[in-house]
């Protein structure tokens, strides 16, 4: 480490994710939350490792940066587990970064993984305008990822993906609105699809940064899990597709007192249903969350890997594009309209029957999502309390 000695490092345990072993300090397995000093590793953030190799495995980046490495976890498993791809990993903790390299050694990927200790954002600034971007780029922070979008953006090559975690999902979710205005530039407010318009929020966050490079951004999967969000989306150069990225944010307004939701490029405070209040949410990514081949082709590999929590997040995206960017939550439609619960799939059929979409919510599984108005939701619900 540029001449010095090694770190003293904590007592080590192994764990396994999966065909690589891991070594990772000990207290960081039996601690109920894992502690961010001597050095970082969360053994529940392992779905979202399970989808980043899974995710890798099929789009085939030849450089992978794992910007905010930790003791290596993603990176040393990307490197291992989804083909032969170069990877760089960046952290600024010395403890965390010796640990990173054991783990490259134990794995036999040492020879393709490089360890920087630097600060993330001069690092992923150092790439602008480089030929040498990577095709993938993950930014794995504690909290808001929203400093480190800029930077990934400039890192990644051009096609190249890049995956985002945001852990501030209640201020995402709308519970704190300063805050999310803060960071996201963003009106957030409490609604019946939190985690969807988190999610989006987080999106057109991330597409509007993009703006300030000439740079869009296209999603390719989401999922929301336990306590944090991630993202992924593909980086394409060019003002032009920016500004037509741009054309994919919009606002979500719901009514507080007919229930209806609609999107609209502006914010609207009025329900054109019944003259209402209404909430809007926004900006956010309402155009498609999902590439189509890489989420399913991703989700096989997941299933075929036995990582059931990774292959769900990712096989129950599949038909999220076909219907509105938000959702209903069947506990708030059932208690409002005072019907006794009601099996979920029933509802879907009733809906189906009357020619109109319906799918559980990927993100968030009391979430139903349809292309029908809030009328006809709850006639559904009536029909199957029935
Ligand atoms: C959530 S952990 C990363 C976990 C890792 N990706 C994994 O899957 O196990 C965040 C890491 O980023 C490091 N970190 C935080 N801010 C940083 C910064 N500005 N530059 C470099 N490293 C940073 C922390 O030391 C910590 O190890
Ligand atoms: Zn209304």
């Not at 003002?239 to 609609?262: I, Q």
């Not at 609209?264 to 909430?279: F, I, L, N, Q, V």
């Not at 989420?295 to 292959?311: K, L």
């Amino acid at each position: 480490m540029r001449g010095r000695a090694s770190p003293v490092l904590p007592r080590l345990a192994v764990v396994r994710e999966g065909s690589t072993e891991l070594l990772v300090p000990a207290a960081s397995v039996t601690a109920k939350a894992p502690e961010t000093a001597p050095a970082f590793f969360n053994p529940a953030a392992r779905v979202n490792r399970d989808v980043s190799v899974a995710v890798a495995r099929v789009t085939r980046p030849a450089t992978f940066l794992d910007a905010l490495a930790g003791t290596g976890a993603r990176g040393v498993r990307v490197a291992r587990e989804a083909g032969p791809v170069e990877v760089t990993m960046v952290e600024f903790n010395r403890v965390s970064l010796e640990i990173a390299r054991r783990n490259a050694r134990r794995n036999r990927v040492a020879s393709r993984c490089v360890e920087v200790r630097e600060e993330a954002n001069a690092y992923l600034h150092s790439r602008f305008g480089r030929l040498e971007r990577f095709g993938a780029v993950d930014v794995d922070p504690f909290g808001t990822p929203a400093p480190f979008v800029q930077g990934a953006l400039s890192a990644a090559a051009d096609g190249g993906v890049v995956s985002l975690t945001a852990t501030d999902t209640a201020t995402l979710c709308g519970v704190f609105p300063s805050v999310a205005f803060r960071r996201y530039g963003a009106r957030v407010a409490k609604s019946e699809s939190p985690h969807e318009a988190g999610i989006r929020v987080l999106l057109g966050f991330c597409a509007r940064v993009g703006g300030t490079v000439d740079t869009a951004i296209s999603p390719v999967a989401a999922h929301s899990t336990l306590h944090y969000m991630r993202v992924y989306f593909r980086v394409h150069r060019g003002a032009g597709r920016s500004d037509r990225a741009l054309g994919e944010l919009g606002y979500v307004s719901r009514c507080a007192s007919c229930h209806e939701a609609k999107v609209s490029p502006g914010p609207s405070e009025t329900c054109e249903r019944c003259g209402g209040k209404a909430s809007p949410i926004g900006p956010q990514w309402v155009g498609p969350l999902v590439e189509g081949g890489v989420a399913s082709g991703a989700a096989r590999e997941c299933e075929e890997a036995g990582w059931d929590g990774a292959g769900e997040a990712l096989a129950s995206l599949a038909g999220v594009d076909g219907l509105p960017p938000f959702g209903y939550s069947m506990e708030a439609v059932t208690s409002r309209e005072r019907v006794s619960s009601v099996r979920f799939q029933r509802v879907v059929e009733a809906l189906e029957a009357t020619g109109r979409a319906a799918m559980r919510q990927p993100f968030g599984s009391q979430g139903l999502k349809t292309d029908a108005s809030y009328p006809e939701v709850v006639a559904a619900v009536r029909e199957a309390g029935r």
